[in-house]
């Protein structure tokens, strides 16, 4: 029997041995590469060819759905399952948005990741029975992007720049992370501030630490 080849990415190496030991175990999957940051990753996923990539949500210099979004586009058919510490009901949908077929929280990985992968590889979504049913009552709902409020009004990279902002970080230090200049990062402050009705800087961070420390219901 052919096996399911995966690719992890994740910037902790404990966490990459974890998992291969959860799937080496598996008679019909096998790890066939690793990476800990999207350069390495895009580039082992090219040569490794694999059938599914495990990526955690935050990376060196970016992030697991900037990477989702880049992989769709280079491979279509390829399974992606975003693995994270941050709660779902913030990212979950973030993430299927961007091309990922599933969404798993770490403190859980160990008991759902091997359905996970067998549930993408049959080209269905893996997601909590939680996140399911919110997003059930937003297509019945009617909701859409466009009625969005708070955080979930903000993109992406806003909602990354967002949180880097809420540990601290300034302006220059989010642009050289991300790879941005320090007017495009100040360009993404101030559309932040306008979709959260934030009049100051101060108050910009205020929030930011706040959200950061409550859990997203």
């Known amino acids: 029997m052919p096996q399911t080849r995966i690719f992890i990415v994740d910037d902790h190496p404990i966490v990459r041995d974890g998992l291969k030991l959860l799937i080496d175990h598996q008679d019909d999957l096998t790890v066939c590469g690793e990476a800990d940051d999207i350069k390495s990753a895009l580039r082992g996923v090219a040569q490794a060819k694999p059938d599914v990539v495990l990526t955690d949500i935050t990376l060196k210099a970016s992030d697991g759905l900037e990477l989702t979004k880049d992989l769709k586009i280079l491979y279509p058919d ?12 913030t990212y979950a949908e973030r993430a299927l948005r961007a091309g990922a077929q599933g969404y798993l929280m770490k403190e859980v990985v160990s008991d759902h990741i091997i359905e996970a992968i067998h549930t993408v590889c049959r080209d269905e979504i893996f ?29 992406d990279r806003e909602l990354e720049i967002f949180k880097l902002i809420g540990q601290g970080f300034k302006a220059s230090q989010i642009a050289k992370q991300l790879h941005l200049s320090v007017k495009t990062v100040e360009t993404y402050r101030a559309r ?12 910009l961070l205020q929030f930011a630490i706040q959200w950061g420390h409550t859990p997203q219901d």
């Open 78 to 89: 390829l399974h992606i399952i975003v693995l994270s510490i941050h709660d779902e009901s």
């Open 192 to 203: 932040i501030k306008e979709k959260l009705d934030i009049k100051d800087a101060g108050s």
């Open 127 to 155: 997601v909590s029975d939680q996140i399911a049913k919110r997003l059930l009552h937003k297509i019945v709902g009617g909701k859409s992007t466009q009625t969005a409020s708070g955080t979930d009004a903000l993109s």
